[in-house]
T-cell receptor, first 108, second 116 residues
Framework: SQKIEQNSEALNIQEGKTATLTCNYT??????LQWYRQDPGRGPVFLLL?????KEKRKERLKVTFDTTLKQSLFHITASQPADSATYLC???????FGKGTRLHILP | KAGVTQTPRYLIKTRGQQVTLSCSPI?????VSWYQQTPGQGLQFLFE???????NKGNFPGRFSGRQFSNSRSEMNVSTLELGDSALYLC???????????????FGPGTRLTVL
């Protein structure tokens, strides 16, 4: 079946370090992937979109990569801050399939 | 521009009842999608409406239905509620949405439904 998998359910990172989250897809070739942030009790908020022909995309402290050979996208937050603590979701291009998310905790 | 609004924000129902949730998309957005979010299953796609037509449907039983009005507002209905329907129901709008269009989705705050 077609899946989006985010390997880590939860991730603890020390403040100031780079957090790296993983999104893997199977049995599908997305034209692009999207990353969202979700805070408790709120709806997801769009962060970045990366197309299949883009190797890397950046937005401020955020960086996303897309490797069609590995069928994987990596989401990086550099110089992480406690305010970055949230759940991060990866979504397929048709917005039908989302990963279950990774709960990121930035430890002060 | 106002964001996506959902009403009510919280709802408590008992098994067997039915419920209607409402979503008002961002002005000018024609696509509205609905999702169910639970701790165990994550975010699961229910259906998408575009210009009053259901364009896509997820793998949910027929008890879950929806509709979209000419002003793009959307409602979803769940009949004969079951305990397992307890979840956060999220609606998202996008300008055109659908398929692999390069549109981000804007999510509402959700309706927290509890079935007792």
């Amino acid at each position: 079946s077609q899946k989006i998998e985010q390997n880590s359910e939860a991730l603890n990172i020390q403040e100031g370090k780079t957090a790296t989250l993983t999104c893997n897809y199977t049995n599908y070739s997305p034209a692009y992937l999207q990353w969202y942030r979700q805070d408790p009790g709120r709806g997801p908020v769009f962060l970045l979109l990366i197309r299949e022909n883009e190797k890397e995309k950046r937005k401020e402290r955020l960086k996303v990569t897309f490797d069609t050979t590995l069928k994987q996208s990596l989401f990086h937050i550099t110089a992480s801050q406690p305010a970055d603590s949230a759940t991060y979701l990866c979504a397929r291009d048709d917005k039908i399939i989302f990963g279950k998310g990774t709960r990121l905790h930035i430890l002060p | 521009k106002a964001g996506v609004t959902q009403t009510p924000r919280y709802l408590i129902k008992t098994r067997g009842q039915q419920v209607t949730l409402s979503c008002s998309p961002i002005s000018g957005h024609r696509s509205v999608s609905w999702y169910q979010q639970t701790p165990g299953q994550g975010l699961q796609f229910l259906f998408e409406y575009f210009s009053e037509t259901q364009r896509n449907k997820g793998n949910f039983p027929g008890r879950f239905s929806g509709r979209q009005f000419s002003n793009s507002r959307s409602e979803m209905n769940v009949s004969t509620l079951e305990l397992g329907d307890s979840a956060l129901y999220l609606c998202a709008s996008s300008p055109t949405g659908g398929g692999r269009s390069y549109n981000e989705q804007f999510f509402g705050p959700g309706t927290r439904l509890t079935v007792l």
